[in-house]
């Protein structure tokens, strides 16, 4: 079966950096999503990586390796406002989206 | 940045009765809308494929005659709950994809609908 694995929840300080990883297991590959999900609203698109390596934007960072099934969202100088989930979502063959859970970010001060 | 608006962005029906959600994509044409349905700290779920001018491809387990969909246009795609049951109390979600993007372009997510059966 195909499967997106991140971790449940976890917990950051404002001002620093975090590391969210999925792993994956699909039938074929045509790119990978992050989303960022606030609580009681829709999913919006952060990166896209179908190549082997890390996409920069601003403060959040995507890796790829594809080798691995893997992939990391990284948030650097964490603000409150980025307390959300982060939903990882990988392209099959059939460019069908497979959804991982989400992973529930919790910022403190 | 495309835009997708869906209406109403929260409904409370009464068991029995039914409810449509509309979707609509606002600045570009999408050939494929995509319904989904997420409950409490849960992940999105794929409800169906939505084609324009063609009927909805319904994902596994989901009643194609309860959860009607049409998408009558390039532009608009509607969710009609029909017979509306408690358990049908969740967070609806479309998306689209812009039809002029590349294969591999991101969706485009509408506010969503949080429906409430009672």
């Known amino acids: 079966g195909q499967n997106i694995d991140q971790p449940t929840e976890m917990t950051a300080t404002e001002g620093a950096i975090v590391q969210i990883n999925c792993t994956y297991q699909?039938?074929?590959?045509?790119?990978l999503f992050w989303y960022q999900q606030h609580a009681g609203e829709a999913p919006t698109f952060l990166s896209y990586?179908?190549l082997d390596g890390l996409e920069e934007k601003g403060r959040f960072s995507s890796f790829l390796s594809r080798s691995k099934g893997y992939s990391y969202l990284l948030l650097k100088e964490l603000q409150m406002k980025d307390s959300a989930s982060y939903l990882c979502a990988v392209k099959d063959s059939n460019y069908q989206l497979i959804w991982g859970a989400g992973t529930k970010l919790i910022i403190k001060p | 940045g495309a835009v997708v608006s869906q209406h109403p962005s929260w409904v409370i029906c009464k068991s029995g009765t039914s409810v449509k959600i509309e979707c609509r994509s606002l600045d570009f044409q999408a050939t494929t809308m995509f319904w989904y349905r997420q409950f409490p700290k849960q992940s999105l779920m794929l409800m169906a494929t939505s084609n324009e001018g063609s009927k909805a491809t319904y994902e596994q387990g989901v009643e194609k005659d309860k959860f009607l969909i049409n998408h009558a246009s390039l532009t608009l795609s509607t969710l009609t709950v029909t017979s509306a049951h408690p358990e049908d109390s969740s967070f609806y979600i479309c998306s689209a994809r812009d039809l002029g993007g590349a294969g591999n372009s991101p969706l485009h997510f509408g506010n969503g609908t949080r429906l409430t059966v009672t």
């Open positions: 699909t039938s074929g590959f045509n790119g």
């Open positions: 990586n179908v």
